[in-house]
């Protein structure tokens, strides 16, 4: 999975931090036993000796096996010393080792399997979840929740088709908040439709909190901002950055896409978003999609194949009433 050298650098930064603190917390136990109980440090001190010792007789061109043998069995004879102290005191030997976050690297990042050097799950999931992170830096995920959510701001009064908002919205509103209690990776995908000012983003962006309260993680992107950055990307031949941002759409849990048809159309961008649309359906992974065009206008805009497979993957939660932003405002 490739990412750009930045977010692999702040990856390898967060592991070698907890590396350290592992250390440092392993360090300070240990002092604490070795001030409860000197001869700890005596004996830890004398094994070190005896490890230098050992070194020192191999480099002999003597023969060496009854000095090493003698080195041995003295080894022996203080770690079972060091072992018993420790016992009384109510550890054991493994309890002074450090606690690395990854019992599969040491959070070292890397894992050599079969001779060979292998990167660990640990750091890629550092490097999407940076990626991820950066993604969302300028999204308003924190600023949307149920709990804000207003439905006394839509009519209960029928409009021009005889549909009242206020129950249609309700309706609405309780699908979201079930979808959100009950997500798993195995989640419907949702296209959320009608005008402007209606609540999508506020919706979408309420579900997306609950997900990432579970430990999941979500990138909401605006289809103009994130159709813009991969173009620019894929021309000016940065193709490291695009697969990893793409990569970033493709793997997380959750991905919402706010805003789709008012992007600068072209055949670039209807690709992508039929790409994007396509790996996350052949991958099992749910989306969200809010969009303001009708049926008629995603054919116009889009291919056949792509709206068809949308309309057909998707729950589709159908918007309407006035636009309750200046309510909002008020």
């Known amino acids: 999975m490739p990412y750009s050298n930045d977010i692999l650098i702040r990856a390898k930064d967060i592991l ?7 250390v440092r917390a392993a360090d300070y136990k240990r002092e604490q036993l070795y001030t409860q ?4 440090r005596e004996i830890d001190r004398e094994l070190s000796q005896i490890g230098i010792d050992t070194a020192k007789t191999i480099l002999k061109s003597d023969d060496s096996r009854v000095d090493m043998q003698e080195l041995a069995d003295r080894s022996l004879k203080l770690q079972n010393e060091y072992n018993e102290l420790l016992e009384k005191l109510g550890f054991r030997s493994c309890d002074l080792e450090p606690a690395y976050h990854c019992d599969q690297c040491s ?3 890397y894992i050599e399997e079969n001779n060979r050097t292998i990167v660990c799950d640990c750091l890629k999931k550092l490097m999407s979840d940076i990626a991820c992170e950066q993604l969302n830096s300028d999204s308003p995920l924190k600023l949307c929740t149920f709990d804000s959510f207003k439905l006394d701001y839509y009519s209960d009064q029928p409009d021009q088709s005889g549909s009242i ?3 249609r919205m309700s309706k609405i509103f309780n699908y979201c ?6 997500f798993s990776l195995n989640s419907r995908s949702i296209v959320m439709r009608g005008a402007t000012g209606l609540g999508k983003t506020h919706l979408s962006l309420a579900i997306a909190n609950e997900v990432i309260r579970k430990g999941m993680s ?3 992107v605006s289809a103009p901002d ?3 950055r991969l173009e620019r990307e894929h021309f000016s031949y940065q193709y490291r950055e695009e697969e990893g941002t793409f990569n970033s759409l493709i793997k997380c849990d959750l991905l919402i896409i706010d805003d789709l048809g008012t992007e600068f159309i072209s055949q670039f961008s209807v690709s992508a978003v039929y790409n994007i ?3 996350r359906i052949l991958s099992g992974k749910p989306m969200i999609i809010n969009t303001n065009l009708s049926v008629n206008e995603l054919l116009t805009t889009y291919s056949q194949r792509f709206v068809s497979r949308m309309m057909g993957s998707c729950d589709k939660l159908d918007f309407i009433g006035e636009d309750i932003r200046p309510r909002l405002r008020k």
Do not use: K, M, Q
């Open 107 to 109: 959070d070292t990042g």
């Open 16 to 22: 070698a931090e907890r590396r350290l603190n592992a």
């Open 226 to 228: 994130i159709l813009s």
């Open 277 to 279: 649309f396509n790996s």
């Open 37 to 40: 109980e000197p001869r700890l």
């Open 165 to 167: 908002p206020l129950n």
């Open 218 to 220: 979500v990138v909401y």
């Open 177 to 182: 908040v079930d979808y959100a209690d009950h």
